[in-house]
Each structure stands twice: as structure tokens, then as C-alpha cells.
T-cell receptor, first 114, second 115 residues
Framework: EAGVTQFPSHSVIEKGQTVTLRCDPI?????LYWYRRVMGKEIKFLLH????????ESGMPNNRFLAERTGGTYSTLKVQPAELEDSGVYFC????????????FGSGTQLSVL | GDSVTQMEGPVTLSEEAFLTINCTYT??????LFWYVQYPGEGLQLLLK?????DKGSNKGFEATYRKETTSFHLEKGSVQVSDSAVYFC??????????????FGQGTILTVHP
């Protein structure tokens, strides 16, 4: 069974540009989460999808970040325009629709904004 | 708000040494507590968890006990191996709410084990 897959693994862009990160969850997992780790600090929650609906987006830092999950399968996280402080590792995780179901994480996308 | 504090790293040990990585938390109510591990080039994996006070989570020789009185969840292993080299993250999940995968993480501790 394939795990959670994230594309690209690395992205280097200039300040002001747009970047789109993609996450393919494990097939059949209704829950999809985005997290990010900035500057080697703690990993912070960004948002949670249940199928195609946003269940909780309280961690989204500002309106430069847009997350979508059309059709309830893969998800994209777009940063537009990117700022220097957006650099970090963006993780995606998925789980089945059960209470206390454990999370399966992707290996992350390393984003560098220069 | 909720927070998790881990001991500063990196931690460097020789093979077969005893490991302790300290973790303390601040949260209201009775959160669930977790240790996740990230091996080089991979995603985070759940290592162990505990859902109530005095519970002990264990896996792969690692153990952690949920201590309500000291708000701690320290990770221990009696004899580490080179293959244990990784980044370890302590995390909590609040009780209630509907986002069961919404975790609060610590900053991570890098562990390097030498032969």
C-alpha cells in the first residue's frame, strides 16, 4: 500500500513568486492535515480537511496561503506571494475517519524562499 | 494555549547507552500524549502514545509514562542502537473537538547514536 506522497520534495523560489505543494494521501483516508516546521522549530498545525471540506483552518498563517482538496482526494497548498518567513518543511498527513486513528505522514516538502 | 517543550538537542550517544529525552507539556484538561519519530528521508511515524494519566506507552524498546502531576512524558530506552538515530517529536492532542489529528508538537530532538 502506498503511503502519503508529497510533491515536490524540495522547492527553491524567490520572494514574491508562487509555489504549489501537493499531497496525495493514503487511498481511502478521508482526513487530510497540513503541518509545517519553520526554522527547525516545532511542527505547527495548518489545517484539516474531511474529504473536500475544511474542518479546521485555524492554523493558516494568513491569506497568502490557500489549501484545496477538490474531489476529496489529493490536496494542494498554494503560497502566493511567497515571503522569506514561509521557508520551512511542509508536512501532510492522513488518517481514516475514525476517532483516535493514527496519522500517517508524508516525508515533507522543503520550501526555501530566497 | 497548549504547548510542548522538549529537551534541547542534539543528543549524541554510544551504542547500548541509556536514552532519556525529556518532554513536558502545558494543556487544559486531559490531553493524549505521543512520541513521533522521523528517520532520515522519511515522514514522521508514531512511536508510542498514552491517553490517560499513569498510562505507559511502549514500542521497539522505547517507553514513556504519562505523568499528570509533573505534566511530563519523558521518552526512555535502555540500550540504543545506531538505527535509532532520528529526530524525535513529543506531541499532545487536546480532548474534545473534531480534528483528531490536530496535534501540538515540541521542537524535536535530534538523536545520533555512534557504534
Amino acid at each position: 500500500e502506498a503511503g502519503v506522497t508529497q510533491f515536490p520534495s524540495h522547492s527553491v523560489i524567490e520572494k514574491g513568486q508562487t509555489v504549489t505543494l501537493r499531497c496525495d494521501p493514503i487511498s481511502g483516508h478521508d482526513n487530510l492535515y497540513w503541518y509545517r516546521r519553520v526554522m527547525g522549530k516545532e511542527i505547527k498545525f495548518l489545517l484539516h480537511f474531511v474529504k473536500e471540506s475544511k474542518q479546521d483552518e485555524s492554523g493558516m498563517p494568513n491569506n497568502r496561503f490557500l489549501a484545496e482538496r477538490t474531489g476529496g482526494t489529493y490536496s494542494t497548498l498554494k503560497v502566493q506571494p511567497a515571503e522569506l518567513e514561509d521557508s520551512g518543511v511542509y508536512f501532510c498527513a492522513s488518517s481514516q475517519a475514525r476517532i483516535n486513528e493514527k496519522l500517517f505522514f508524508g516525508s515533507g516538502t522543503q520550501l526555501s524562499v530566497l | 494555549g497548549d504547548s510542548v517543550t522538549q529537551m534541547e538537542g542534539p543528543v549524541t550517544l554510544s551504542e547500548e547507552a541509556f536514552l532519556t529525552i525529556n518532554c513536558t507539556y502545558t494543556a487544559t484538561g486531559y490531553p493524549s500524549l505521543f512520541w513521533y519519530v522521523q528517520y532520515p528521508g522519511e515522514g514522521l511515524q508514531l512511536l508510542l502514545k498514552a491517553t490517560k494519566a499513569d498510562d505507559k506507552g511502549s514500542n521497539k524498546g522505547f517507553e514513556a509514562t504519562y505523568r499528570k502531576e509533573t505534566t511530563s512524558f519523558h521518552l526512555e530506552k535502555g540500550s540504543v542502537q545506531v538505527s535509532d538515530s532520528a529526530v524525535y517529536f513529543c506531541a499532545l492532542r487536546k480532548t474534545g473537538g473534531t480534528s483528531y489529528g490536530k496535534l501540538t508538537f515540541g521542537q524535536g530532538t535530534i538523536l545520533t547514536v555512534h557504534p
